[in-house]
């Protein structure tokens, strides 16, 4: 997170997404944030809008979440965009390739501990990841300084990445992040010659506000003002989906 006081942001200009690259977060940028994973439900306007998006762009549309690539892949249907799930670490493209990286072993122990943790407390909900194991705790955010200490001893003891995020502590796979991911598929000959534009609301979506910006690009923050790297705010998921349709002329 930038070590910056808050500033205020300007919405995103109309054409911002004119031959552009475009980076989409997941949970609370395109859908609203539910107290369980798998509360989320994908509507036909939003797998049709992001089918508008990618003929637009030409294919230049990738999803960069922290959810596991093949479930997020699965929730959008056969026409699903390149996926990058797992906070960067795991890549779904749509030409059929796929790219994980290696189950961490310490993550066994990792995620027995988050699971008694979570199966001991009412409301914390215990998410099991191909590369990292989260608690998520917003039905009960009275459990918040416990299952970040939880989550220090247990990322240090095993070499795991201590992954925070909006009422939820994940330990994951290190190595990666959603600033990795944008650069890898920047560096595919599909997505290179588009200007990077990425949208995301948490914190763990920083590093591709980073990533973008070093590249030419801009990144949108989704949800109340903050320090970031991003350039431009949306106020919240109904504003997204808005300001997307716009992008194509359709109604909103």
Not at 194 to 206: H, I, N, S, Y
Request: proline content about 8%; glycine content about 12%.
């Amino acid at each position: 997170m930038p070590d910056r006081e808050p500033v205020s942001l300007m919405p995103p200009p109309a054409d911002l997404l004119d031959a552009a690259s475009l980076f989409l977060d997941f949970d609370g940028t395109l859908v609203e944030l539910a107290d369980h994973p798998d509360g989320v439900v994908v509507d036909s306007r939003l797998t049709d809008l992001l089918c508008a998006l990618g003929e637009k762009l030409e294919g230049r549309l990738a999803l960069v979440s922290g959810r596991p690539a093949e479930d997020l892949a699965a929730m959008l249907g056969p026409d699903a965009p390149s996926v990058v799930g797992s906070h960067g670490m795991e890549f779904r493209w749509s030409d059929g390739r796929r790219e994980r990286a290696e189950r961490p072993v310490g993550l066994v122990e990792s995620l027995a501990a988050l699971r008694a943790f979570a199966e001991a407390r009412p409301g914390v909900v215990l998410e099991d990841k191909p590369l990292g194991a989260a608690v998520h705790y917003r039905m009960n955010p009275e459990h918040e300084a416990d299952a970040i200490a939880l989550g220090e001893r247990l990322a240090a003891a095993h070499g795991l990445y201590l992954q925070h995020g909006k009422m939820m502590v994940e330990v994951r796979s290190p190595g990666g992040d959603k600033g990795s991911a944008i650069r890898t598929l920047m560096a595919d000959p599909r997505f290179a010659p588009g200007r990077p534009v990425f949208l995301g609301d948490d914190v763990t979506d920083e590093p591709g506000f980073s990533a973008v910006a070093l590249l030419g690009g801009a990144g949108i923050l989704v949800g109340p003002g903050r320090a970031t790297d991003a350039r431009y705010r949306i106020d919240d998921v109904s504003g997204v989906l808005g300001w997307l349709a716009a992008a194509l002329g359709v109604p909103a």
